[in-house]
C-alpha cells in the first residue's frame, strides 16, 4: 500500500506543476548524494504562489516572488523561512544548507542547496516543515538518491521528520 501510495504521488505530481490553480498542497526536495564531490545536493520545489503566501503572512505583505517587484529582502526571507523548516542530519550530526541560489520555472520555485565534505552517507535525517503550518493538508515528499540507492519520504504536518538508514 505504502508503495502505491508514494507511485501515485510520482504520478500525480507533475500534472500538479503544470497546474496554475491547484487544490493540493506539496512540496518536492531532491536530494543526490555525489559521492565522488563528497557532496550532497537538495533541490526543494515549492510552488511560488504558496510560499509567496507564507512569506507574506510571516514576514510582510509586501513580499512579491517571481516578479519586478521582487527584492533582495525578499530573496533573503525566503532563505530564513526554508532555514528555518529544513533540517538535516546526516549521519547523526547536523549539517549547514549552503545555499546556491533558486530560480523560478513556470509556477514552481526552486531552490539550491549543497552541503559539502560528506564522504560516506550511511544515515539521513531530514525535516521539512515547509508550509505545514499554513496548509494543513501539506505533503513534503523527499526523494533521494546515491549512487547505490534511491529512496523516498513522504512527510506531513503529522509525521514531519523522517529518517533513511543505507548501512
Not at 21 to 35: L, P, Q
Not at 89 to 112: F, Q
Request: proline residues 4%.
Amino acid at each position: 500500500m505504502k508503495f502505491f501510495k508514494i507511485a501515485l504521488l510520482l504520478f500525480i505530481f507533475p500534472l500538479l506543476l503544470s497546474s496554475s490553480s491547484h487544490k493540493f498542497y506539496v512540496s518536492t526536495t531532491n536530494i543526490e548524494f555525489v559521492k565522488e564531490k563528497q557532496v550532497i545536493q537538495v533541490i526543494t520545489k515549492i510552488f511560488t504562489e504558496d510560499i509567496e503566501q507564507a512569506l507574506q503572512a510571516r514576514y510582510s505583505p509586501s513580499i512579491s516572488l517571481d516578479s519586478k517587484k521582487e527584492t533582495k529582502t525578499d530573496e533573503d526571507f525566503l532563505l530564513k523561512y526554508l532555514l528555518q523548516k529544513i533540517k538535516i542530519k546526516v549521519n547523526g550530526d547536523p549539517v549547514t544548507l549552503n545555499y546556491i541560489g533558486k530560480e523560478y520555472d513556470m509556477d514552481i520555485t526552486n531552490v539550491y542547496f549543497e552541503i559539502e565534505d560528506i564522504s560516506e552517507l550511511k544515515s539521513i535525517e531530514i525535516e521539512n516543515k515547509v508550509l505545514i503550518d499554513m496548509f494543513p493538508g501539506q505533503q513534503n515528499i523527499i526523494h533521494l538518491k546515491t549512487p547505490e540507492n534511491r529512496r523516498n519520504l513522504i512527510l506531513d504536518r503529522a509525521n514531519p521528520k523522517g529518517v533513511l538508514n543505507f548501512k
